[in-house]
């Protein structure tokens, strides 16, 4: 077994095994000569006890009775992982059962620890298949196996002191970048639907939503649009003026986000497939030719992203769409996902014709053969992609990157295209890396109340592994939905960064108005309350982004507290969102750890009744009408009134919402929410600190930055530990 070792940043040994495949995951790279060679034969690593095992190496960890384990990005099952099997795996399962070891992604950075234990975290940059026993099969175990040679393992411990969880991400994001962020307007509504049939009908969206009084920001075109799903096509017909349509809807304040699948129809005349095919920027079989499989074209090929050639190509196709007003796109099937081969529909046939000349062949032998059909692992290792060394190598070694490439060319794409300009780009698949450049949506939930806490725990993985920005389709995507259930994850909506009703084709129609008059109401009410969080939400995004700290984490990481709360959750340093994600429930229990909390029963952006609870287990009051949250003892919140998209007019006035017992301080913070100048410091913050003094309060302002705030008041609404309220306005003179 080859093997070296290195110190990185200040927490962080890598051991490298054999000669890793270089991913991109990682930016503080280590050359040659930064690593010690390790003589002995190996036993453990890090307290980890490594072996031989199936062509490739298994690391077992013991765990004691309270480590918690966290990570793993976007899966199904617990927060604390413990339990449980998982295989990093990218694949296109729409139906995210509770026994599912895989899904869209692969993000295998783990942290493991709790308050009594010191804990660390470990990634492992590896792009095939890795198999985790977090504790199922012997609860004190858990053991990673890796079918490989080479790889590199990142390990993340502190000598001689504790580091939190917190800690542990920031380092993780230090090895790995810092995340992307959308436009200021991605943290608006935004409608989907599968499919939209038209420009009229889009259009007729957008309307409706303005003459509701519904805010709205983005309209989602999904593949219907396509001519024939041929990839970077438009059907005339459906949409005969793209760009004025764009443009148009621009005016009204709606961004359109078309669908981008892998897939190039094979078909002679269609421009991307000759070219793609003349320049030879396809996957190809072990004989060279290529590879076929079968999509929502038909049978297409699949490109291969691994060679820049193809990322630079696929990234200029998205041009004319940008020429015609398209700021942001969507990237679906990019596990890939393979409906079948025409290999394996021969097989089908074949057997087909053997159960019509013998009847005795069991149906159920069919029925088996047409489940095993779509994504079957087999195709993966049928095609192959080039390397930059002239060789190749199979898909199955690099699999977990297929998506990750592809979205690469796509940012590429806009950062050549629109240099200095934020773009939104969503993407299903995912590989660690990915967080610098695109977001990523969880794929195809269903409307089931279950997959509410799923939602919410992927937020919180997401979000160690680096994915701030995510979301999942509010509603569920597959299967009809109740307007309870819909309302109540639209208040899950309000504290989801991706904010994105979507449904499947066939399902009942979801746009607000598609219930009935009350459940309109109240949904119009809940995204208001979205809206006039946004300069609350906004302000501590942009910090965790430059602080490198989620936006969404878990209470375990605030709070020195034992307990595993799963379905409530931070979002931002002064809010914990507590959705209510059971049917029929007029409240919910609570923990509330360590300091008293205001509880905020708000309908709509500004009837709110509130209360103060001290720390404990709580059951609140919470009819459906009603959003939950809590603010934290001593601090702040920001908010404005709802607009009907960001940017529709200058907010200037700010309203601060605050619970101080003694002090407490918040960065309010303005950028133009569309160019990159922020990552240069061109944005201003105003600081606000807020002083308890005997039934009074003392309160200073102070805005500073590059920039000048727009912000010309503030009112205040002070809330002391009786919930007694407090009102005052500052000017600002800037
Ligand atoms: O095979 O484009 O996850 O959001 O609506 C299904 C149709 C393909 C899967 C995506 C979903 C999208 C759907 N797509």
Same mark, same amino acid.
Not at 59 to 65: E, G, K, N, Q
Not at 208 to 217: N, Q, S, T
Not at 274 to 281: F, N, T, V
Not at 597 to 613: D, E, K, M, P, Q
């Given at each position: 077994?080859?093997?070296?070792?290195?110190?990185?940043?200040?927490?962080?040994?890598?051991?490298?095994?054999?000669?890793?495949?270089?991913?991109?995951?990682?930016?503080?790279?280590?050359?040659?000569?930064?690593?010690?060679?390790?003589?002995?034969?190996?036993?453990?690593?890090?307290?980890?006890?490594?072996?031989?095992?199936?062509?490739?190496?298994?690391?077992?960890?013991?765990?004691?009775?309270?480590?918690?384990?966290?990570?793993?990005?976007?899966?199904?099952?617990?927060?604390?992982?413990?339990?449980?099997?998982?295989?990093?795996?990218?694949?296109?399962?729409?139906?995210?059962?509770?026994?599912?070891?895989?899904?869209?992604?692969?993000?295998?950075?783990?942290?493991?620890?709790?308050?009594?234990?010191?804990?660390?975290?470990?990634?492992?940059?590896?792009?095939?298949?890795?198999?985790?026993?977090?504790?199922?099969?012997?609860?004190?175990?858990?053991?990673?196996?890796?079918? %490989?040679?080479? /790889?590199?393992?990142?390990? *993340?411990?502190?000598? =001689?002191?504790?580091?939190?969880?917190?800690?542990? +991400?920031? &380092?993780?994001?230090?090895?790995?970048?810092?995340?992307?962020?959308?436009?200021?307007?991605?943290?608006?509504?935004?409608?989907?639907?599968?499919?939209?049939?038209?420009?009229?009908?889009?259009?007729?969206?957008?309307?409706?939503?303005?003459?509701?009084?519904?805010?709205?920001?983005?309209?989602?075109?999904?593949?219907?649009?396509?001519?024939?799903?041929?990839?970077?096509?438009?059907?005339?017909?459906?949409?005969?003026?793209?760009?004025?349509?764009?443009?148009?809807?621009? %005016?009204?304040? /709606?961004?359109?986000?078309? *669908?981008?699948?892998? =897939?190039?129809?094979?078909?002679?005349?269609?421009? +991307?497939? &000759?070219?793609?095919?003349?320049?030879?920027?396809?996957?190809?079989?072990?004989?060279?030719?290529?590879?076929?499989?079968?999509?929502?074209?038909?049978?297409?090929?699949?490109?291969?992203?691994?060679?820049?050639?193809?990322?630079?190509?696929?990234?200029?196709?998205?041009?004319?769409?940008?020429?015609?007003?398209?700021?942001?796109?969507?990237?679906?099937?990019?596990?890939?996902?393979?409906?079948?081969?025409?290999?394996?529909?021969?097989?089908?046939?074949?057997?087909?014709?053997?159960?019509?000349?013998?009847?005795?062949?069991?149906?159920?032998?069919?029925?088996?053969?047409?489940?095993?059909?779509?994504?079957?692992?087999?195709?993966?290792?049928?095609?192959?992609?080039?390397?930059?060394?002239?060789?190749?190598?199979?898909?199955?070694?690099?699999?977990?990157?297929?998506?990750?490439?592809?979205?690469?060319?796509?940012?590429?794409?806009?950062?050549?295209?629109?240099?200095?300009?934020?773009?939104?780009?969503?993407?299903?698949?995912?590989?660690?890396?990915?967080?610098?450049?695109?977001?990523?949506?969880?794929?195809?939930?269903?409307?089931?109340?279950?997959?509410?806490?799923?939602?919410?725990?992927?937020?919180?993985?997401?979000?160690?592994?680096?994915?701030?920005?995510?979301?999942?389709?509010?509603?569920?995507?597959?299967?009809?939905?109740?307007?309870?259930?819909?309302?109540?994850?639209?208040?899950?909506?309000?504290?989801?960064?991706?904010?994105?009703?979507?449904?499947?084709?066939?399902?009942?129609?979801?746009?607000?108005?598609?219930?009935?008059?009350?459940?309109?109401?109240?949904?119009?009410?809940?995204?208001?309350?979205?809206?006039?969080?946004?300069?609350?939400?906004?302000?501590?995004?942009?910090?965790?982004?430059?602080?490198?700290?989620?936006?969404?984490?878990?209470?375990?990481?605030?709070?020195?507290?034992?307990?595993?709360?799963?379905?409530?959750?931070?979002?931002?340093?002064?809010?914990?969102?507590?959705?209510?994600?059971?049917?029929?429930?007029?409240?919910?229990?609570?923990?509330?750890?360590?300091?008293?909390?205001?509880?905020?029963?708000?309908?709509?952006?500004?009837?709110?009744?509130?209360?103060?609870?001290?720390?404990?287990?709580?059951?609140?009051?919470?009819?459906?009408?009603?959003?939950?949250?809590?603010?934290?003892?001593?601090?702040?919140?920001?908010?404005?009134?709802?607009?009907?998209?960001?940017?529709?007019?200058?907010?200037?006035?700010?309203?601060?919402?605050?619970?101080?017992?003694?002090?407490?301080?918040?960065?309010?913070?303005?950028?133009?929410?569309?160019?990159?100048?922020?990552?240069?410091?061109?944005?201003?913050?105003?600081?606000?600190?807020?002083?308890?003094?005997?039934?009074?309060?003392?309160?200073?302002?102070?805005?500073?930055?590059?920039?000048?705030?727009?912000?010309?008041?503030?009112?205040?609404?002070?809330?002391?530990?009786?919930?007694?309220?407090?009102?005052?306005?500052?000017?600002?003179?800037?």
């Amino acid at each position: 077994m080859m093997l070296k070792k290195a110190q990185i940043l200040n927490f962080t040994k890598l051991y490298r095994f054999g000669q890793p495949f270089k991913t991109d995951a990682v930016v503080r790279l280590v050359d040659d000569g930064g690593f010690e060679p390790i003589e002995a034969p190996l036993i453990t690593i890090e307290g980890m006890a490594v072996a031989l095992c199936k062509g490739g190496i298994a690391m077992t960890i013991s765990l004691s009775p309270e480590d918690r384990v966290y990570g793993l990005g976007e899966t199904v099952g617990a927060l604390n992982k413990r339990g449980k099997k998982y295989r990093l795996y990218t694949t296109d399962d729409p139906v995210h059962t509770p026994d599912k070891e895989n899904l869209y992604g692969s993000h295998p950075f783990v942290l493991v620890g709790s308050a009594l234990t010191n804990p660390f975290g470990f990634f492992i940059d590896y792009p095939s298949e890795i198999c985790l026993d977090v504790g199922f099969t012997n609860h004190n175990v858990m053991e990673v196996v890796i079918p %490989s040679m080479n /790889f590199d393992i990142y390990f *993340i411990r502190a000598e =001689g002191r504790t580091l939190t969880f917190m800690e542990i +991400v920031k &380092e993780f994001l230090l090895l790995t970048g810092a995340p992307y962020c959308p436009p200021k307007w991605a943290f608006g509504y935004q409608q989907s639907r599968w499919s939209y049939p038209d420009a009229k009908s889009i259009a007729e969206t957008a309307t409706r939503f303005r003459e509701e009084g519904i805010p709205c920001d983005a309209i989602y075109m999904d593949i219907d649009y396509m001519d024939n799903f041929k990839v970077f096509t438009v059907d005339e017909e459906k949409f005969p003026d793209f760009a004025t349509f764009t443009g148009k809807l621009k %005016s009204d304040g /709606f961004r359109v986000i078309p *669908i981008i699948d892998p =897939g190039v129809k094979i078909e002679d005349g269609y421009g +991307v497939y &000759e070219e793609g095919r003349r320049r030879g920027l396809f996957c190809q079989t072990r004989d060279g030719s290529f590879f076929k499989a079968a999509v929502w074209p038909g049978l297409t090929h699949l490109p291969d992203f691994l060679m820049p050639e193809t990322r630079r190509w696929w990234g200029g196709l998205c041009k004319k769409f940008l020429d015609m007003g398209v700021e942001g796109f969507w990237l679906d099937m990019n596990e890939p996902s393979i409906f079948y081969t025409p290999e394996a529909m021969q097989e089908v046939f074949n057997l087909v014709d053997e159960i019509k000349k013998n009847p005795d062949i069991p149906k159920r032998r069919l029925q088996d053969m047409l489940n095993g059909l779509s994504n079957n692992r087999g195709y993966f290792r049928e095609f192959y992609h080039r390397t930059h060394s002239g060789g190749r190598i199979s898909n199955e070694e690099i699999h977990n990157l297929y998506g990750t490439l592809m979205t690469q060319g796509v940012a590429d794409g806009f950062i050549t295209n629109m240099p200095g300009q934020r773009y939104f780009l969503l993407t299903r698949s995912s590989y660690v890396g990915l967080h610098r450049y695109a977001a990523i949506w969880t794929g195809d939930n269903m409307s089931w109340w279950e997959h509410m806490i799923a939602h919410i725990r992927m937020l919180m993985s997401l979000n160690m592994a680096g994915v701030f920005y995510t979301g999942a389709d509010i509603g569920g995507f597959g299967s009809d939905v109740s307007p309870e259930l819909q309302i109540r994850w639209m208040q899950l909506g309000v504290f989801s960064p991706l904010f994105r009703n979507h449904s499947a084709m066939g399902t009942r129609r979801r746009e607000p108005w598609a219930f009935d008059g009350q459940a309109l109401d109240i949904m119009r009410d809940t995204i208001k309350l979205r809206y006039a969080l946004i300069p609350y939400a906004y302000s501590e995004f942009m910090r965790s982004v430059r602080e490198l700290s989620p936006f969404i984490r878990p209470l375990m990481f605030d709070f020195d507290c034992r307990f595993d709360v799963e379905d409530q959750f931070m979002y931002g340093g002064s809010v914990m969102a507590a959705p209510v994600i059971l049917p029929n429930a007029t409240g919910r229990y609570v923990l509330l750890p360590a300091v008293s909390w205001l509880y905020c029963r708000a309908s709509g952006h500004s009837a709110w009744t509130v209360s103060v609870i001290p720390p404990g287990v709580h059951y609140i009051d919470c009819p459906l009408d009603s959003t939950p949250f809590f603010i934290k003892e001593n601090s702040i919140l920001t908010l404005s009134e709802p607009v009907n998209y960001i940017g529709e007019r200058e907010i200037d006035v700010l309203r601060v919402a605050a619970f101080v017992t003694e002090t407490a301080s918040f960065t309010y913070y303005e950028d133009d929410g569309l160019t990159d100048g922020y990552k240069k410091g061109v944005y201003c913050t105003i600081q606000i600190d807020i002083a308890s003094a005997e039934g009074q309060y003392d309160i200073s302002i102070k805005a500073e930055g590059a920039m000048a705030t727009k912000i010309t008041r503030i009112d205040f609404e002070i809330y002391d530990r009786n919930a007694a309220l407090w009102r005052c306005s500052r000017h600002l003179y800037n």
